[in-house]
């Protein structure tokens, strides 16, 4: 709903201290509790999107850059969406969270947004988010089909990429050979792995780049700029895509390494279609990676 990890977890504890608040009040007889939370949820991620700005990724506010040698100038004034770690959150819940698809999400109005979770992702019938939304069951069929068109012309739009991904058995291997290059700082091996017009962003740069030339010669600036001795890890982000957390070697005597960004790729027919490089450290501690 919110496209935050941190603010999500702000608006569970909302949830649950509204919940103990309003106990007394639940009856068993009228909806199951899972029902009742999540309509007390709904109602404060409600309450909250009221004051708060959509969270777009780069590829939402304009076309894509040129100039691979532009100044990286973060833009901390826009609330960026955020990726989250599979390994917190429901597993039953994963498969349709991929990050273009809540970049897509995130255009929505926010009646349409909370009909399109509550249904698609959530499961709970028509009949139940008429209940939590105090609204018809008619009124919240049609939300559902004007969120669904909403979202498809995101997806096609282009922008962060296709909305919804296709299984493809070996996305991870392609990361690990991303990865083995990528700490190579071996630019042809990267792109060799890549689409012909592959996307790159990175959060909170609002510069984004298209197509593999672009992303080669931004990827030559990387490594020119940083050097060689990278390391990696992969984990996974937003409902099994794979994602590189990439250290960057501190050029001082102490030595070590530091966090320099966690990479979500988007993965089909054996080549990376998309690449979102977020490059605020505290990413890395939602994930439970160091510094």
């Given at each position: 709903?919110?496209?935050?990890?941190?603010?999500?977890?702000?608006?569970?504890?909302?949830?649950?201290?509204?919940?103990?608040?309003?106990?007394?009040?639940?009856?068993?007889?009228?909806?199951?509790?899972?029902?009742?939370?999540?309509?007390?949820?709904?109602?404060?991620?409600?309450?909250?999107?009221?004051?708060?700005?959509?969270?777009?990724?780069?590829?939402?506010?304009?076309?894509?850059?040129?100039?691979?040698?532009?100044?990286?100038?973060?833009?901390?004034?826009?609330?960026?969406?955020?990726?989250?770690?599979?390994?917190?959150?429901?597993?039953?819940?994963?498969?349709?969270?991929?990050?273009?698809?809540?970049?897509?999400?995130?255009?929505?109005?926010?009646?349409?947004?909370a009909v399109l979770v509550l249904r698609d992702v959530l499961q709970f019938s028509a009949a139940e988010v008429a209940q939590q939304l105090d609204t018809t069951v008619a009124s919240v069929n049609s939300a559902l089909q004007r969120a669904h068109a909403a979202v498809r012309v995101v997806g096609e739009a282009g922008g962060a990429g296709a909305v919804r991904e296709a299984d493809d058995p070996t996305k991870r291997s392609v990361v690990e050979r991303y990865?083995?290059?990528?700490?190579?700082?071996?630019?042809?091996?990267?792109?060799?792995?890549?689409?012909?017009?592959?996307?790159?962003?990175?959060?909170?740069?609002?510069?984004w780049y298209q197509g593999r030339d672009d992303y080669a010669r931004f990827m030559e600036r990387v490594f020119r700029l940083n050097g060689a001795g990278w390391r990696a890890e992969i984990v996974t982000a937003n409902g099994g895509q794979p994602t590189l957390a990439a250290y960057v070697p501190n050029r001082t005597p102490e030595g070590g390494y530091r966090a320099h960004t966690l990479q979500v790729f988007s993965v089909a027919e054996g080549l990376v279609t998309a690449n979102v490089a977020f490059a605020d450290p505290s990413i890395f501690e939602v994930f439970g990676l160091a510094r």
């Open positions: 709903m919110v496209g935050s990890v941190h603010d999500a977890e702000d608006l569970v504890q909302e949830t649950l201290l509204r919940a103990w608040k309003a106990r007394d009040g639940y009856k068993p007889e009228l909806a199951s509790v899972r029902t009742w939370l999540y309509r007390i949820a709904t109602n404060v991620c409600l309450t909250a999107l009221d004051s708060r700005k959509r969270r777009p990724l780069p590829s939402g506010l304009g076309a894509p850059a040129r100039d691979t040698e532009a100044p990286l100038q973060p833009a901390l004034d826009v609330p960026w969406l955020e990726p989250f770690p599979d390994a917190r959150f429901n597993v039953e819940a994963r498969a349709d969270l991929r990050l273009a698809w809540v970049a897509a999400v995130q255009e929505l109005p926010a009646r349409q947004r990865l083995r290059a990528f700490e190579a700082a071996d630019v042809p091996g990267l792109v060799r792995l890549l689409a012909e017009d592959v996307i790159l962003e990175m959060p909170p740069v609002p510069l």
